[in-house]
């Protein structure tokens, strides 16, 4: 039996997120940084990275995508962890990254209410720019060469 092209997969959210994680983990080892990620469906970050001396750290929050949508941030801003956002997109076909820091994710967050509830998430057009758009080198520049 051949397995489906990948346009044609439907990837539970687990393996989505899964598929986001380790992705974003690759990418910052290419860039010669430790990576660890943390507990699955534990609140916080998701990623934790470190330069070579251990003299530096970073939480790193991924947000993985099977489809352009919004991306939940939650029901308070104070929940935003993390230095950096990670929203991957395309996780079944050609991942595609937008790196954000924890301002920009506050600058672009979207807030609602509804029966005196907030909740707060990201529109695709406010992260989906060419600035933040695989922009790997932006944590690069946080470290010190080591």
């Known amino acids: 039996m051949q ?10 959210p687990q393996i989505v997120g899964n598929v ?4 974003v983990c ?9 990576v660890m990620p943390t507990a699955r469906n534990a609140r916080g970050i998701d990623v934790v990275a470190y330069n070579g001396d251990a ?10 995508l099977s489809k352009r949508s919004a991306v939940p941030v ?4 104070s929940k935003v962890m993390g230095d950096y956002w990670i929203v991957v997109t395309r996780i079944a076909t050609t ?7 924890q301002t920009e994710v506050l600058d672009r967050t979207h ?5 005196g509830k907030a909740s707060y ?3 695709p057009g406010a992260y989906e720019v060419e600035e933040f758009k695989n922009a790997w080198p932006k944590i690069k520049l946080t470290f010190s060469e080591t």
């Not at 003299?55 to 993985?64: E, F, H, N, R, T």
């Not at 991942?95 to 820091?101: E, G, I, K, Q, T």
């Open 3 to 12: 397995n489906p092209p990948p346009s044609k997969l439907s990837l539970k």
């Open 20 to 23: 986001g994680l380790y992705y």
């Open 26 to 34: 690759f990418q910052l080892s290419l860039l010669g940084w430790n």
């Open 55 to 64: 003299s530096a750290y970073l939480g790193i929050q991924v947000k993985s």
């Open 74 to 77: 939650g029901t308070s801003l």
């Open 95 to 101: 991942p595609v990254a937008y790196v954000l820091s």
């Open 111 to 115: 807030k609602a209410e509804k029966d």
């Open 121 to 123: 998430w990201i529109e």
